[in-house]
């Protein structure tokens, strides 16, 4: 082997440490959204909270602001899965985590390891969001073809998540 190669092989190698943006990037995502859901849910439970606030008749507005804030946490949790996924492929094994977290959720392999966790979280996130605008909805259902269609879609969703986990 050349010289030459060498050193480029060597720069070309060290590359891979642009890939530590995104890591850092994910993980500031991920904590911004964990505060930004956790202030979600105290104002939440201040706010739209029949028990402090005798202007709210019923718990739909509290429910509808806490399921908004488990999607943030959702996506956080993402952007966290993301960040460690790929500091482990690109940069290293995160030394602190051996031994005490050999089956976690943190825990990536391989790229297609990496890419199936988050696909997971992604679709408990649109699940979420279905939840949440069927309740913004729920309003609208005056007929039992309504509640039929809401009964099949639900149903849709459970076989959907019930064959993606499927081993």
């Known amino acids: 082997m050349s010289m030459f190669e060498n050193k480029f092989e060597k720069a070309l190698w060290n590359t891979r440490f ?5 890591v850092i990037l994910s993980v500031i995502s991920s904590i911004t959204l964990f505060i930004l859901g956790g202030w979600d849910i ?3 439970t201040i706010i ?4 402090f606030n005798n202007n709210i008749s019923n718990n739909n507005e509290l429910l509808f602001q806490i399921i908004s804030s488990i999607d943030l946490f959702l996506i956080g949790i993402v952007l966290l899965i993301f960040g460690f996924g790929v500091y482990e492929l690109f940069i290293s094994e995160i030394d602190f985590a051996k031994g005490k977290f050999t089956d976690s959720t943190l825990k990536i392999n391989n790229l297609d390891q ?5 696909i997971k ?3 408990i996130v649109l699940i979420v969001k279905f939840f949440e605008k069927v309740l913004k909805l729920s309003h609208n259902f005056t007929t039992p073809n309504d509640l039929l269609l809401f009964s099949v879609s639900i149903l849709s969703i459970c076989i959907g998540y019930y064959l993606i986990n499927k081993k």
């Open 18 to 22: 642009i890939v530590v943006i995104a």
């Open 42 to 44: 105290i104002q939440a």
């Open 48 to 51: 739209h909270n029949p028990i």
């Open 114 to 118: 990496l890419k199936n966790k988050i």
């Open 121 to 123: 979280v992604i679709i």
